[in-house]
T-cell receptor, first 114, second 114 residues
Framework: NAGVTQTPKFQVLKTGQSMTLQCAQDMNHNSMYWYRQDPGMGLRLIYYSASEGTTDKGEVPNGYNVSRLNKREFSLRLESAAPSQTSVYFC?????????????FGSGTRLTVV | AQTVTQSQPEMSVQEAETVTLSCTYD???????LFWYKQPPSRQMILVIRQEAYKQQNATENRFSVNFQKAAKSFSLKISDSQLGDAAMYFC???????????FGPGTSLSVIP
């Protein structure tokens, strides 16, 4: 099925460990995004890529890095995980600026840092 | 900067009744899109309904309809004949045509009482 695929769905890390969250879309979308969702905080943008070859910081980029590997794939890396990064992470994609259908979301990754 | 406000953190509705979720936004743009997303306990983000700012007619999708008041910058969601499956977090969202990303409100948690 066409859509946005995120892996893994669940992950437990120890403080200081690193990991990469993977995201791939098969809708030929230009733009991709990483959000985190915390209780009472809504969705907060970590990084986004408006087009292949570009990345920009969102509201909460500290502690994260991203790579737009190609048009399909946009990964999020935690270099040294901290308990404050315990959250649910969503990847999303869109056709780009002003797209009238908004985002298509992945199913999310629940990350726990102990 | 654009902002989206949802003033009702939590709401409840009796099954088969009607409920309205409120959303206001702040923008200086004249051309934009508005969305309501639903997030059930499965955490999947689902697009419920969208509205194009240049269209005066309110959008409708089955039991879901909006009341779009452009001058007042208001975009409320009405759910008719509420069902147990409507229980979810609902996010109002804004996308200006000159911006690379969607702005989300903080969400309203809707409970449906049998």
């Amino acid at each position: 099925n066409a859509g946005v695929t995120q892996t893994p769905k669940f992950q437990v890390l120890k403080t200081g460990q690193s990991m990469t969250l993977q995201c791939a879309q098969d809708m030929n979308h230009n733009s991709m995004y990483w959000y985190r969702q915390d209780p009472g905080m809504g969705l907060r943008l970590i990084y986004y890529s408006a087009s292949e070859g570009t990345t920009d910081k969102g509201e909460v980029p500290n502690g994260y890095n991203v790579s737009r590997l190609n048009k399909r794939e946009f990964s999020l890396r935690l270099e040294s995980a901290a308990p404050s990064q315990t959250s649910v992470y969503f990847c999303a994609s869109s056709g780009g600026r002003g797209t009238d259908y908004g985002y298509t979301f992945g199913s999310g990754t629940r990350l726990t840092v102990v | 900067a654009q902002t989206v406000t949802q003033s009702q953190p939590e709401m409840s509705v009796q099954e088969a009744e009607t409920v309205t979720l409120s959303c206001t936004y702040d923008t200086s743009e004249s051309d934009y899109y508005l969305f309501w997303y639903k997030q059930p306990p499965s955490r999947q983000m689902i697009l419920v309904i969208r509205q194009e700012a240049y269209k005066q007619q309110n959008a409708t999708e089955n039991r879901f309809s909006v009341n779009f008041q452009k001058a007042a910058k208001s975009f409320s969601l009405k759910i008719s004949d509420s069902q147990l499956g409507d229980a979810a977090m609902y996010f109002c969202a804004y996308w200006g045509t000159s911006y690379d990303k969607v702005i989300f409100g903080p969400g309203t948690s809707l409970s449906v009482i049998p």
